[in-house]
Nanobody, 112 residues
Framework: QVQLVESGGGLVQPGGSLRLSCAASGSISPYVMAWFRQVPGKQRELVASISSTGTTNYADSVKGRFIISRDNAKNTVYLQMNSLKPEDTAVYYC???????WGQGTQVAISS
């Protein structure tokens, strides 16, 4: 069973940066990969996605601040988050839509 394991979450001050990682136990190279986030009481929302060829898409709320990337040799997807805002506080999930596979999530909290 392929698994996705996120890491890199934590507590940072507004304006700070974090880099999330999503390590897959199998190959990700053929797949679109994505990051979602969820706040309690709200629907999970798409943050960013990256195609197998590296084409990226971002939610309007994170454009210009977040960067999604992938390292197929390491079966890992990254989310570099810069200029963080309190409204970025959420649990962040990695997702493989082809396999309908979610990671367990990593908590990101932005607070002074």
């Amino acid at each position: 069973q392929v698994q996705l394991v996120e890491s890199g979450g934590g507590l940072v001050q507004p304006g700070g940066s974090l880099r999330l990682s999503c390590a897959a136990s199998g190959s990700i190279s053929p797949y679109v990969m994505a990051w979602f986030r969820q706040v309690p009481g709200k629907q999970r929302e798409l943050v960013a996605s990256i195609s197998s060829t590296g084409t990226t898409n971002y939610a309007d709320s994170v454009k210009g601040r977040f960067i999604i990337s992938r390292d197929n040799a390491k079966n890992t997807v990254y989310l570099q988050m810069n200029s963080l805002k309190p409204e970025d506080t959420a649990v962040y999930y990695c997702y493989n839509p082809h396999q309908s596979l979610w990671g367990q999530g990593t908590q990101v909290a932005i607070s002074s």
